[in-house]
C-alpha cells in the first residue's frame, strides 16, 4: 500500500489576478469620478483608435502620438458599470486557474500581450478612424483560450432555469467555451445589429491566449524534465 506524502511546500501567492482586478477596478472608478471633460479627455487619448495605428486620418480625432501603448492602456478603460463587471467576474473565472497553471509572470504577459494583440485585430478589422476601442475584453477573451489549452477536460458550473427553479449543472469546458467561441465568430458579422462590441478583439484574444498556454506548458514541462534529470 503506497501513501501519497503531502508536500510543506506552500503554493505559490497568486498576486497577478488580484492586482489585475484591482488596476480594472480602480482605474475605471477614479475616472468615473472624475468631471465629464474629464472622462472624455483620457478615453480620447488613451484609447485604441480604429482605423490604423499611425494613419493621420486615424488620429485627427484626438491628441496623442499614436503610439502601439495605447492598445494596452485601452483595456483599463470602461463604457460603463456592466462592461466592465462582464470583465471582472471572467477575470476570476479564468484567471485564478491559469495563473496557478502558468505562474503570475507569464499570467500578466498573456493578459497585457493578449491584449494588445485583440485591440489590433479591433484595429484592422474596423478600418474606419472614428471608432475608439476599450474595455479588457479581449484581454479575457485570451484567459478563456488559456483556460482551454490548460484544462481542456474541467468541467464549468452552469445555472439552468427549469421553470421555477434554478439547477445548478457541470458543463464539460471545452462544449461551452465552443459555443462561445462560435457566438462571437456569428456576431462578428452580425455584430452591428448587437451594439458596438469589438467582436474580432474576442476572437484574436482568444486564438493567442490558447497558442501562448501551450507554450507554456510546453516549456514548464521540458523545465520539470531537466530538474528530474529525464
Avoid: C
Amino acid at each position: 500500500m503506497f501513501l501519497s506524502i503531502p508536500s510543506r511546500q506552500k503554493p505559490p501567492l497568486r498576486w497577478a489576478t488580484p492586482l489585475l482586478f484591482a488596476a480594472l477596478w480602480g482605474s475605471f472608478t477614479w475616472l468615473a469620478w472624475a468631471p465629464a471633460a474629464e472622462q472624455s479627455r483620457w478615453v480620447m487619448e488613451w484609447g485604441a483608435l480604429s482605423g490604423g495605428l499611425t494613419t493621420p486620418a486615424a488620429w485627427q480625432a484626438a491628441p496623442g502620438d499614436g503610439s502601439l501603448l495605447r492598445l494596452v492602456t485601452a483595456l483599463f478603460l470602461h463604457a460603463d458599470w456592466a462592461h466592465l463587471l462582464g470583465n471582472l467576474v471572467f477575470l476570476l473565472i479564468f484567471g485564478l486557474p491559469a495563473e496557478r497553471a502558468m505562474g503570475p509572470w507569464r499570467f500578466v504577459l498573456l493578459f497585457l500581450v493578449g491584449g494588445a494583440v485583440a485591440n489590433l485585430a479591433a484595429v484592422l478589422a474596423i478600418g474606419t478612424p472614428d471608432r475608439l476601442i476599450i474595455g479588457a475584453s479581449g484581454a479575457v477573451s485570451a484567459l478563456i483560450g488559456a483556460y482551454l489549452a490548460l484544462f481542456p477536460s474541467a468541467k464549468l458550473g452552469v445555472v439552468v432555469p427549469l421553470g421555477l427553479f434554478l439547477q445548478f449543472v457541470k458543463v464539460p469546458a471545452p462544449l461551452l467555451i465552443g459555443v462561445w467561441a462560435a457566438l462571437q465568430v456569428v456576431f462578428t458579422f452580425i455584430g452591428p445589429a448587437f451594439g458596438a462590441v469589438a467582436w474580432s478583439a474576442h476572437l484574436a484574444g482568444f486564438a493567442f491566449g490558447g497558442a501562448f498556454a501551450l507554450l507554456a506548458r510546453a516549456g514548464i514541462a521540458r523545465r520539470l524534465r531537466r530538474r528530474r534529470g529525464f
